[in-house]
């Protein structure tokens, strides 16, 4: 490796979301976690080389049921179905680098390469598996942990099936004592600290072997000698498989592994106990961290497919627009705990924060330039704020890295009540009829600057306003640039011309009240 690919890979940053079961349309919850994902890479795009993998998990019992109660074939049912996840990433500017199917050749050859793998090392062996088995969760419970006889996940609850086969089995257990030294050393590979202690102690509560095939169930991966790999470490094996894993491929060796995972946290569990243990029995590193983030609610329950209280996301990116969306779920609760969603708050944060202060922010300093100046931005003056924000990249930066997506942003927000109080306290209209330009330059440089800071700032969250603010502001393209060098007070060149355009950033929406249909 050369010293500049050394320096390259250091920095390279990868990014994942769950792979989304395509048993129905999307809805807004799948919006949350991959617009969070897209936040985060974008943020590492303005810092170096930075991954972002999506994509579906086809397989399993779940989506046979679903295809086959539509009266068609799984395969038939999930091309069927595609394109319009691949819609939902679109409408809502989440741009991936990579989507995988499990249904791809690529993915399914390195399943059963692996699986050849971890027979040869010993990790996986023949055994024979009798229990209980969640269709639902595509889970096996110990028969201590059903509750009334039926499945002990409080989300599910249904009914239980008794299963007797011959499978092939992972050797978990011999794994738990690992896992509990490397969460103890790794404080930080499970975030928030509610899912890493929920994690600890089902460690303490000591793990059994896990059944990892399925021969009553043929959609899935085929595996030699018969049955199918079961659908969750065929689903977690994608995060690799993407990356070309088994050819040591040049993606593999730059990006794994992963710094950052996202799962909703009722996937936690497979993520941080089986999935490392997993990568460990291959030899390869477990991620940096597993962020287990809160529930979209409705009503008070987990928004789901299952209970039937799901919104539409599309629905909501043509009512708001997707960067108001996009602001909303990042600012209204910290990202590890659960929130209600409503279309009045949408509203509200919509026309508050992004209209009242933001957008108003933009219209009223440009049409300034425009009135005063002609449009051309003043040379520097000594305006104070880029003073008093000198530390606010940093702070971002050091949110954004914990994924403190709302702290960020309240913070980006302090920013623009500073500029909006610089305009209410020095009243640029009476500094222009006083005839004191210098200070209306002052005051107009350090407005404009501000909004550059924003510009670059809000990309990551909002990226299509973003871009807006930044063509108005005179730029070309959009403000996906390096903050160490961009964020530095006094870089708008003097005489730039603004281009303010004629609608508002944010045009008000008035309260029609009516809450969406669910779909
Ligand atoms: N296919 C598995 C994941 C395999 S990953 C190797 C799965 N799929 S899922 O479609 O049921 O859910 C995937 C993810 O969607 C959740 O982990 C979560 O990130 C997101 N969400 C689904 N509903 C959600 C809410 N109501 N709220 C927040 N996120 C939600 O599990």
């Not at 994924?403 to 222009?432: M, Q």
Request: with cysteine.
């Amino acid at each position: 490796m050369t010293q500049k690919s050394m320096m390259m890979s250091e920095r390279a940053f990868f990014v994942t979301t769950p792979i989304y079961y395509i048993s129905g349309n999307p809805h807004m919850g799948h919006a949350y976690t991959s617009i969070a994902a897209d936040v985060l890479n974008r943020f590492h795009r303005t810092r170096g080389a930075s991954f972002f993998l999506t994509g579906t998990d086809e397989h399993g019992q779940k989506v046979a049921q679903a295809a086959a109660a539509a009266g068609l074939d799984p395969q038939a049912w999930t091309d069927r179905l595609i394109p319009k996840w691949k819609e939902l990433l679109a409408r809502f500017d989440v741009r991936y680098d990579d989507f995988i199917r499990t249904t791809e050749p690529r993915h399914k050859s390195q399943v059963v390469e692996v699986f050849e793998r971890l027979k040869a090392s010993g990790d996986v062996y023949l055994g024979k598996y009798e229990g209980w088995y969640c269709t639902n969760d595509e889970t096996f419970w110990l028969e201590s942990k059903l509750i009334d006889g039926r499945c002990p996940n409080a989300e599910c609850g249904r009914e239980v099936q008794w299963l007797s086969e011959d499978n092939w089995f992972f050797a978990l257990s011999k794994y738990q004592a690992r896992l509990l030294a490397y969460f103890r050393e790794n404080p930080n590979f499970v975030r928030p600290e509610r899912a890493y202690n929920e994690m600890v102690a089902t460690l303490e509560g000591g793990l059994e072997d896990l059944c990892i095939s399925r021969v009553n169930l043929d959609w899935g991966v085929p595996l030699p000698g018969g049955g199918v790999m079961y659908v969750w470490l065929d689903a977690l094996l994608n995060y690799i498989t993407a990356l070309d894993y088994a050819s040591d491929g040049e993606r593999f060796r730059t990006y794994w592994p992963a710094n950052v995972q996202l799962v909703g946290k009722e996937i936690a569990r497979f993520h941080t106990i089986i999935w490392p243990a997993v990568l460990w029995a291959l030899g390869l590193p477990a991620p940096g961290l597993v962020f287990a983030h809160g529930w979209m609610t409705l009503q008070g329950e987990k928004m789901s497919k299952s209970r039937g209280n799901v919104i539409d996301p599309f629905e909501m990116a043509d009512r708001f627009g997707p960067d108001s969306v996009r602001y909303f779920l990042l600012r209204e609760a910290p990202f590890g705990s659960d929130f209600s969603f409503s279309v009045e708050k949408v509203r509200l944060r919509r026309n508050g924060d992004l209209g009242n202060d933001l957008g108003n922010l933009l219209r009223r300093s440009l049409a300034m330039l425009v009135k005063y100046r002609s449009g051309r931005v003043p040379e520097p003056g000594l305006g104070a704020t880029g003073a008093a924000f000198i530390a606010l990249p940093t702070r971002v930066g050091e949110a954004l890295q914990i994924l403190g997506f709302r702290d960020a942003l309240e913070a980006i927000w302090e920013l623009v009540a500073a500029l909006n109080r610089v305009i209410d306290e020095k009243r640029p209209w009476d500094l222009h009829k006083g005839k004191a330009d210098a200070a209306l330059d002052d005051v107009l440089y350090e407005l404009c600057e501000g909004l550059r800071w924003l510009a670059i700032l809000l990309w990551p969250f909002m990226p299509a306003k973003a871009t807006e603010i930044w063509q108005q502001l005179g730029f070309e393209g959009e403000p996906l640039v390096p903050w160490d060098a961009e964020l530095v007070w006094g870089r708008l060149a003097a005489h730039t011309l603004v281009k303010p355009a004629e609608f508002p950033l944010f045009p008000r929406l008035d309260a029609d009240v009516v809450e969406p249909a669910q779909i």
